[in-house]
């Protein structure tokens, strides 16, 4: 659990990637579950997403702490992801020509998976591009689930445009949903595509066309705003608002500060979020998604829903096309020639295992433990060991209620043996190390690091 939180807020310092051209600057926070913090629009000068000016938990994820603003990536199991709060490894791949990749990855216990999610801005890009992949490493099938969840800010004229005549509507009710298919926008006599016009706290899962692109915009009063859109494999768009009630309005600012107001528009693997998606043993899946301005100007309030979609699209220089989509985002992330990889943080013990499949070579530190503490056990060198697999020098055996950890030091024989026989007939190997053990925090604060 992570309930070690309170509401006496004071300055305090994460780490943070930033990715950056001349078009864009986006800010990633790899200890708070990888989550894209804010996409500056820097011809504009103005803030795609919803950016929250504290940070500041609420009892709302698998794990407790959760908190709002920006982009965050939910993977394995339904609701906010068990890591939203907890640190992810991060590192930059950079290609011989230059070009890099920030790839951030963990291993989630619960499904028992490994994912990551990989950010590239490509110099002259107006768009962000991220990749994301889920992989089952194990010999058993699972059900898997995968949501962005996209905050932005609310106001009186926030519109959210997606390429669908039709919705399903989910209403939280004690203990239940209750789900029915409405049309779009108007519904009722109001045009929910406002979400102003929502009282109570509701989903909206968008039933896009299986031959349309995969999109969805949310844009102010002006007909600015953020696009985001994805290749064919993440086929669902969604839309949660707090609502307009006094609950609903508490809510945004419990979470914040007074006045401060978000919707969250949404892109999945599946329809909704009432299902899980079959994964067999050893299946990987891999899409691409992107992020960026969009400015429609006042066609964006067009009273013809068939308009305000166009407006989008014409805005995207017409060219929001699933085919035309499904090029452009294929062969972003390659990297020429042999990539070198630069380790930014690391994240938790179970990471460490699955990352080096359970063995490894020396390592001068060892960590075991879960997201906040761990045990650490540590050597000084490896000069000397006699390992009969060199890639076994550190072996971990994962049980239900242990870990065991093996230091392979002498398990073949010392060439030294052979050289070193005394008068006595005994062998002389002398050989020593240093090793300790110690427990305690993991993790801390460090400075900003681009990209």
């Given at each position: 659990m992570?309930d070690?939180?309170?509401?006496?807020?004071?300055?305090?310092a994460?780490?943070?990637v930033?990715?950056?051209?001349e078009y864009?600057r986006?800010?990633?926070?790899?200890?708070?579950g990888?989550?894209?913090?804010?996409?500056?629009?820097?011809?504009?000068?103005?803030?795609?997403?919803?950016?929250?000016?504290?940070?500041?938990?609420a009892?709302?994820?698998?794990?407790?702490?959760?908190?709002?603003?920006?982009?965050?990536?939910?993977?394995g199991?339904?609701?906010?992801?068990?890591?939203?709060?907890?640190p992810l490894f991060?590192?930059?791949?950079?290609?011989?020509?230059?070009?890099?990749?920030?790839?951030?990855?963990?291993?989630?216990?619960?499904?028992?998976?490994?994912?990551?999610?990989?950010?590239?801005?490509p110099?002259?890009?107006?768009l962000?591009?991220?990749?994301?992949c889920?992989?089952?490493t194990?010999?058993?099938a699972?059900?898997?689930?995968w949501?962005?969840?996209?905050?932005?800010?609310?106001?009186?004229?926030?519109?959210?445009?997606?390429?669908?005549?039709?919705?399903f509507?989910?209403?939280?009710?004690?203990?239940?949903?209750?789900?029915d298919?409405?049309?779009?926008?108007?519904?009722m006599?109001k045009?929910l595509?406002y979400?102003?016009n929502s009282v109570?706290?509701q989903?909206?899962?968008?039933?896009?066309?299986?031959?349309?692109?995969?999109?969805i915009?949310?844009v102010?009063?002006?007909?600015y705003?953020?696009?985001?859109l994805?290749?064919?494999k993440?086929?669902g768009?969604?839309?949660?608002?707090?609502?307009?009630?006094?609950?609903?309005?508490?809510?945004?600012?419990?979470?914040?500060?007074?006045?401060?107001?978000?919707?969250?528009?949404?892109?999945?693997?599946?329809?909704?979020?009432?299902?899980?998606i079959?994964?067999?043993?050893?299946?990987?899946?891999?899409?691409?998604?992107?992020?960026?301005?969009v400015?429609?100007?006042a066609?964006?309030h067009?009273?013809?829903?068939?308009?305000?979609?166009?407006?989008?699209?014409?805005?995207?220089?017409?060219?929001?096309?699933?085919?035309?989509?499904?090029k452009?985002?294929?062969?972003?992330?390659?990297?020429?020639?042999?990539?070198?990889?630069e380790r930014?943080c690391?994240?938790?013990?179970?990471?460490?295992?699955a990352?080096?499949?359970?063995?490894?070579?020396?390592?001068?530190?060892?960590?075991l433990?879960n997201d906040?503490?761990?045990?650490?056990t540590y050597?000084?060198t490896?000069?000397?060991?006699?390992?009969?697999?060199?890639?076994r020098?550190?072996?971990?055996?994962?049980k239900?209620?242990?870990?065991?950890?093996?230091?392979?030091?002498?398990?073949?024989?010392?060439?030294?043996?052979?050289?070193?026989?005394?008068?006595?007939?005994?062998?002389?190997?002398?050989?020593?190390f240093?090793?300790?053990?110690?427990?305690?925090?993991?993790?801390?604060?460090?400075?900003?690091?681009?990209?």
């Amino acid at each position: 659990m992570q309930d070690g939180y309170n509401r006496d807020r004071k300055p305090r310092a994460f780490k943070a990637v930033r990715v950056e051209n001349e078009y864009l600057r986006a800010i990633f926070l790899p200890e708070l579950g990888g989550r894209l913090w804010s996409l500056f629009d820097k011809k504009k000068g103005r803030e795609l997403l919803y950016k929250n000016p504290v940070f500041q938990p609420a009892n709302l994820a698998l794990r407790n702490a959760w908190f709002s603003g920006g982009v965050e990536f939910n993977v394995g199991i339904k609701g906010h992801n068990p890591l939203t709060c907890s640190p992810l490894f991060a590192e930059i791949i950079t290609g011989d020509d230059g070009e890099q990749i920030l790839r951030m990855y963990e291993y989630e216990r619960i499904r028992e998976i490994t994912y990551s999610v990989s950010v590239c801005l490509p110099a002259g890009s107006e768009l962000l591009y991220i990749q994301n992949c889920v992989e089952n490493t194990s010999d058993d099938a699972k059900y898997s689930y995968w949501w962005s969840n996209i905050a932005v800010p609310e106001s009186e004229k926030t519109r959210i445009i997606v390429p669908a005549d039709e919705s399903f509507l989910s209403s939280y009710n004690e203990g239940q949903y209750l789900v029915d298919k409405i049309p779009l926008p108007i519904y009722m006599g109001k045009d929910l595509s406002y979400p102003k016009n929502s009282v109570r706290s509701q989903d909206f899962f968008y039933k896009i066309p299986e031959s349309e692109a995969k999109w969805i915009a949310a844009v102010g009063e002006d007909g600015y705003g953020l696009l985001q859109l994805s290749d064919r494999k993440m086929i669902g768009r969604k839309l949660f608002v707090w609502g307009q009630g006094q609950g609903g309005r508490h809510w945004g600012e419990w979470l914040s500060e007074e006045g401060q107001s978000y919707v969250e528009i949404q892109a999945g693997l599946a329809y909704t979020q009432l299902e899980h998606i079959p994964m067999a043993a050893g299946e990987c899946w891999k899409w691409t998604e992107a992020y960026g301005a969009v400015d429609c100007g006042a066609s964006a309030h067009s009273s013809n829903w068939k308009n305000a979609q166009q407006a989008v699209k014409n805005a995207f220089c017409g060219d929001l096309e699933a085919d035309k989509i499904e090029k452009m985002l294929s062969g972003i992330f390659k990297i020429s020639g042999n990539a070198a990889v630069e380790r930014l943080c690391d994240g938790s013990g179970s990471g460490k295992i699955a990352d080096s499949d359970m063995a490894s070579g020396f390592s001068s530190v060892i960590f075991l433990g879960n997201d906040e503490k761990g045990f650490f056990t540590y050597l000084d060198t490896d000069e000397g060991w006699q390992p009969a697999d060199i890639k076994r020098m550190i072996e971990y055996d994962v049980k239900d209620d242990e870990v065991v950890i093996r230091l392979r030091i002498i398990d073949g024989q010392p060439k030294a043996w052979e050289e070193t026989e005394t008068p006595e007939g005994q062998y002389e190997y002398p050989r020593s190390f240093l090793q300790g053990v110690l427990s305690g925090i993991s993790f801390k604060a460090v400075s900003e690091k681009s990209v």
